[in-house]
């Protein structure tokens, strides 16, 4: 019988900061199959794992941290330090309990960090923002200019472009960006198949479908009058609400380019 995948109650609904849902299972994390135990570097034997039908947690990926909080259960409560997500599409919530236990089939409510969750959402967006900035400068500038991967860390938030960018477009990359930001543009999160890509010219965000479970449709977030990103992250309404951004430095490495930001 295949594993149910946990469904990603944030994908839907960013907003929420509390979900009920209910218990699929409670590990100690050293009987955890190798691989699993991997996604956790600083786990040891004190810490579990708990599985959810629902999340509203964010898992580490796509450059952006997990979320933290707590899981309260009609006997206990369970701190989350650190969320990922296994091969089977499961989102284990790895953690300590602070008193009493929580068990499988027990109903319980999920609380995030919302001060952590706002903040990744603000870094996330303006990740987004400033690799729209930097396409709309360079792309027809720099030789086979394109957007390779970013981080959303709070101190080590950065976007990486293929191609050489030179130090004299920091000022105007910062200027694009202020300029996207000041906007105020919609940041929708919108579910498109491989003919919504196409018909908006955009086959080249077309995600692998190896990365895409059969019968569903690739989240995208949408910056409406900049650029769209497939995207599992969360975000910001509007992107003056990721709050001033800067650009601190560009660097370049072997033909590619790495330009760091921060948000403050």
Known sequence: MATPRTILAFQHDASLHTLQTSVISVNIFHSLEECNRQLFK??????????TEKTIFHPQGGGQP???GVMKGPSGSFTVTAVRMDAAGQVLHLGLFNDGSISQGESIEQSIDAEKR??????HTAGHVLGSAVRHLLEKEIENFDELKASHFPDSAACEFQGSIEGKWKDPIQSKLDEFIAAKMPVQIEWWDEDDFRS???????PDRSLVPAGEKSRVVNIVGAEVYPCGGTHVDTTDLCGPVAVKKISRKTGNSRVSYVVK
């Open 66 to 68: 997990s979320d933290i």
């Open 118 to 123: 706002l903040l990744y959402s603000r870094l």
């Open 200 to 206: 908006r010219g955009l086959e080249r965000l077309i």
């Open 42 to 51: 600083d786990a040891d034997e004190r810490h579990h794992v708990v599985v």
